[in-house]
């Protein structure tokens, strides 16, 4: 168990919805992450938060959003979804802005029919 | 921009023998970290191994070394005695220390035959 938790653990919607998903980081840890695993693919970086702070954004499209609330738990929105947005969506805490391992948790499966 | 390369999609070998992934790297940067993660069936992440540049020292965890040269951006992953349960993909990922994002690989595929 990493310690991170992410919530829902699936999550089924229609095209043109909205969803948030919800990440707690470890214990202790300030730097949050969010990847996007589409199937079969690599891991595709969204967004990191430190602290409250916005640290580093990726590839996020502009119907993805997210924040880390002053408790440090982080959410992710998206809207407007899209077939293409169906992936496994990881969220990673570390300690550190960098310098420390990631650990993740068992991520969300979105799946947009 | 940092760039993390893994030239092996795909990799087997047998139960017991030993396996060595591939990962280059590219940065202009004289201190970052190493990673190495493991993506079983089940799809979670797991850490297996993590390298610090300024250590020449390479890092072991029971089964897992790695083979860091530093000179060549090259940081290679083996297996020793390999396991049903390594069957997974393994991630290398490298952590510039700016604060920015991971770099990830695109993952090698690896299975492990009976």
């Known amino acids: 168990d990493s310690g991170v938790t992410q919530t829902p653990k699936h999550l089924i919607t229609a095209t043109g919805q909205r969803v948030t998903l919800r990440c707690s980081p470890r214990?202790?840890?300030?730097?949050v992450y969010w990847y996007q695993q589409s199937l079969d693919q690599g891991l595709q970086f969204l967004i990191q938060y430190y602290n409250g702070e916005e640290r580093a954004k990726g590839n996020i499209l502009e119907r993805f959003s997210a924040q880390q609330f002053p408790d440090l738990h982080s959410e992710l929105n998206l809207s407007s979804l899209e077939l293409g947005d169906s992936a496994l969506y990881f969220c990673?805490?570390?300690?550190?802005?960098?310098?420390?391992?990631?650990?993740f948790g068992n991520g969300t499966r979105l799946t947009v029919t | 921009a940092q760039t993390v390369t893994q030239s092996q999609p795909e990799m087997s070998v047998q139960e017991a023998e030993t396996v060595t992934l591939s990962c280059t790297y590219d940065?202009?940067?004289?201190?970052?970290?190493l990673f190495w993660y493991k993506q079983p069936p089940s799809r979670q992440m797991i850490l297996v191994i993590r390298?610090?540049?300024?250590?020449?020292q390479n890092a072991t965890e029971n089964r897992f070394s790695v083979n860091f040269q530093k000179a060549a951006k090259s940081f290679s992953l083996k297996i020793s005695d390999s396991q049903l349960g390594d069957t997974a993909m393994y991630f290398c990922a490298f952590d510039s220390n700016t604060g920015n994002q991971f770099y990830f690989g695109t993952g090698t595929s690896l299975t492990v035959i009976p």
């Open positions: 390298q610090e540049a300024y250590k020449q």
């Open positions: 214990s202790g840890d300030l730097s």
């Open positions: 940065t202009s940067e004289s201190n970052y970290y």
């Open positions: 990673a805490s570390s300690v550190e802005q960098s310098a420390s391992p990631l650990h």
